[in-house]
């Protein structure tokens, strides 16, 4: 059915309507397309508030079903955009793993010059019975390390056996060359594994099974209980340090 003149401006205004109206729900879709949810919700809503007011203003059938597929179409073709554009979406950078990177740096140094600093004749001396010898306290700083990071931080499964720990810390621990390798090693390891990190991945949970409650933490708090460990292990070297060589001073406190 042919429409007269009465309907011709209505039609007119329909078609004006569309493309502005197409417009204003891209340019909101594109601004929101980081957030999946929101924008399904808008498009929908978008949608249905439009034909509700095709419903009220138009009259010619023909005419409603080809302003709404139009809608629909440009609609669709957003949605793609958008998706699209998320997928591209910039990693967002951790401000954390620059910090903390160069604090583990500064530690790493610090550990060094200890190890460095004891005769490799005095590793094996203790400071108690009951504690580690010094070399068995660099050893430790240093396999506690990589195991802490390659279970926790990336999440890979390792056999752990505290009776073959406890022997391995023994024999590296005998060995200045031996504990300096392993330090420098897995130091630089924690290192170029934060700095591969985004702020998500670190925000990502790993579970810590030593506990019987099994708590949960970010990655983040896992390197933040790396460094607590070192300067845990140091400091009890530190002593034996001391203790053995008085005469030599020992490496003095580093922040940075």
Do not use: C
Not at 24 to 37: Q, Y
Not at 49 to 58: A, M, P, R
Not at 76 to 99: G, M
Not at 226 to 234: E, G, V
């Amino acid at each position: 059915m042919e429409s007269d003149g009465l309907f011709q401006p209505a039609m007119e205004r329909n078609y004006l309507s569309t493309l502005f109206y197409g417009i204003v729900v891209l340019k909101v879709a594109f601004i929101n397309r980081t957030n999946k949810f929101y924008l399904r919700i808008y498009l929908l809503r978008a949608y249905f508030s439009y034909e509700f007011k095709l419903f009220l203003t138009i009259i010619n059938p023909n005419t409603m079903k080809k302003s709404i597929f139009y809608f629909v179409l440009g609609v669709l073709t957003v949605s793609t955009i958008a998706f699209v554009n998320k997928e591209k979406a910039p990693v967002k950078e951790s401000d954390f793993a620059s910090s903390f990177s160069q604090l583990l740096t500064h530690a790493k140094a610090y550990t060094l010059e200890v190890a460095e600093a004891m005769p490799e004749e005095h590793y094996t001396f203790k400071s108690s019975d009951s504690v580690r010898s010094f070399g068995e306290q660099m050893a430790h700083i240093g396999m506690s390390n990589t195991f802490i990071l390659n279970t926790f931080i990336k999440g890979e499964k390792m056999d752990y056996n505290p009776f073959s720990a406890k022997k391995m810390e023994q024999e590296l621990g005998a060995s200045k060359a031996e504990v300096i390798k392993l330090l420098n090693s897995s130091f630089d390891d924690i290192i170029a594994t934060l700095d591969g990190m985004d702020a998500e991945s670190l925000e990502s949970t790993f579970v810590f099974f030593f506990d019987p409650s099994n708590p949960e933490f970010t990655k983040e708090q896992g390197f933040g209980f790396i460094r607590d460990h070192i300067t845990h292990h140091r400091a009890q070297a530190i002593v034996s340090l001391r203790m053995k060589v008085p005469n030599k001073k020992a490496p003095g406190y580093r922040a940075f």
